[in-house]
């Protein structure tokens, strides 16, 4: 926002932690981050639980959300992953949700988006590399090292290729949480930005009334955008963990 008694902007201000839930918050170091993601998780754990509650054989529009979610997701891994990836499905589906949840919640005032922080980017697509590599390594045992040797490659190049292998390998971990986290920070940057111009330009007076209205319209473009965005920054982070699951189980 515009600094008080300044025309600066600070666009970055709104990504800064503070304590929630007062004193108890407080004592424990409890931020507005982890509560949003508490209330991700509630979400998520909501969605099925109240949309399947009704069991109707004409579905109702909550539990046919929710249908639709469950299907969307367990098709995903299957035709992803194979037929394993049905047993992979809780983890997929649980993982889509909380990070869509989290994009989405932090479009609203007085949100906060906990996914613009590396931090918690960075824990998501550290559990998926563990997982993807714990999966790998149960299926297929120490011959999941020949991961990183690929076939044909002239022994005098092996060295090089194996190095490469394993540098793209442990590359996922950064591409994963630096691709989620940028799109949401750079998203809500532009709308505190626009959103400051607003403020700025309607102070003016007569004058600023036009442009105030262009960035009025700018930012709610903006803000359909950043739904679209928050959307498909979720769809691809259980994408790429279907692929790399895929990869896992498949070795190749």
Not at 33 to 44: E, F, K, P, Q, R
Not at 49 to 73: C, D, F, K, N
Not at 220 to 245: K, M, N, P, R
Request: net charge neutral; hydrophobic share 60%.
């Amino acid at each position: 926002m515009a600094a008080e008694g300044s025309s600066s902007i600070d666009a970055l201000s709104q990504f800064k932690l503070s304590t929630a839930l007062g004193p108890i918050g407080a004592s424990v170091n409890f931020t507005q981050s982890n509560l949003m993601m508490v209330i991700a998780g509630l979400l998520t754990l909501a969605l099925l639980w109240v949309g399947m509650r009704p069991r109707a054989m004409v579905p109702g529009r909550l539990q046919a959300a929710a249908e639709m979610a469950y299907e969307t997701i367990l098709s995903m891994c299957t035709e992803t992953i194979g037929p394993e990836g049905r047993k992979f499905f809780p983890f997929v589906f649980t993982l889509f949700f909380f990070i869509l949840f989290g994009n989405l919640m932090g479009v609203f005032p007085y949100a906060f988006t906990f996914t613009s922080h590396i931090a918690v980017t960075l824990a998501l697509s550290l559990l998926v590399f563990v997982l993807v590599t714990v999966v790998a390594l149960k299926e297929h045992g120490l011959h999941f090292f020949s991961y990183f040797v690929p076939a044909g490659v002239p022994k005098v190049l092996t060295p090089l290729m194996v190095l490469i292998e394993v540098i793209s390998y442990l590359s996922r971990i950064i591409s994963l949480s630096v691709r989620l986290f940028a799109n949401m920070m750079a998203g809500h940057v532009m709308l505190e930005v626009f959103g400051a111009f607003i403020v700025m330009l309607g102070a003016a007076g007569l004058i600023g009334w036009i442009p105030a209205g262009l960035s009025l319209a700018v930012n709610t473009a903006l803000i359909g955008f950043e739904l679209l965005v928050a959307t498909l920054q979720a769809y691809v982070f259980a994408v790429l963990t279907c692929i790399y699951l895929h990869d896992a189980v498949h070795l190749h």
